[in-house]
């Protein structure tokens, strides 16, 4: 079921990428593990996946060590508290989640201790959502400014989520700021787009989408 639910999200992936004229390859996909079993991840690894994102630094660790982890990439998409950067920035190869001037600062201070220079993406909450994390639209560049003087991070672009609407043109709208944002920034990656709205994600750039259900519930 796995392999076949990972094929149909492919072939999506494929259309959606051909309406614009992009080139599949460009679009990553993240498969989101945080409602899987070990055992159904396995299974997506045998159906060809490289990269994993989970959103707790705990249940990571755990399925790490049960994992065959050198053949995945691993991504922390969720939000990251500041006192969990140590762990996180040993085991994740991108952060999809900074969203604050003192969580940048802790991965930085982590990541220099371990000689690393940590990918990240910086959230922004493009929904004004009280519930969502990330940074403001407008608090970008002065967030943008502080972050850029710490070694120890590279920031790859921009990181959002749109709100749960049935209405796939106001997601649109969401995922269009996002793009203007990271150009205005000169940022060339965009994490954006999830079961409910992937191909819209990509039609509107995505270069990394997260999805979790479409792959293990679907
Ligand atoms: C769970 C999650 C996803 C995947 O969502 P699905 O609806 O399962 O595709 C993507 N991004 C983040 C930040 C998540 O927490």
Known sequence: MIAANLAKVREKIRQAAERRGRDERS??????????EVEEIREA????ISDIGENRVKEALLKHEELDSHVLTWHMVGHLQSNKARDAVKLFSVIHSVDSARLA????????????VQDVFVEVNTSGE???????????DVFLKEAGHLKHIN????M???PFVEDQELTRTHFRKLKELA?????????????QDFEVAIEEGATMIRIGRAIFKG
């Open 130 to 140: 009280e519930s969502k994390f990330g940074i403001k639209p407008e608090a970008l």
């Open 183 to 195: 150009d205005r920034c000169s940022l060339k990656e965009l994490s954006m787009g999830m079961t």
């Open 160 to 162: 959002t989520m749109a």
């Open 105 to 116: 600062q802790a991965i930085d201070k982590e990541a220099k201790k371990i000689g690393k």
């Open 45 to 48: 690894i045998d159906a060809g």
């Open 155 to 158: 920031i790859l672009g921009l």
């Open 27 to 36: 679009i990553k996909l993240v498969v989101v593990t945080k409602e899987a």
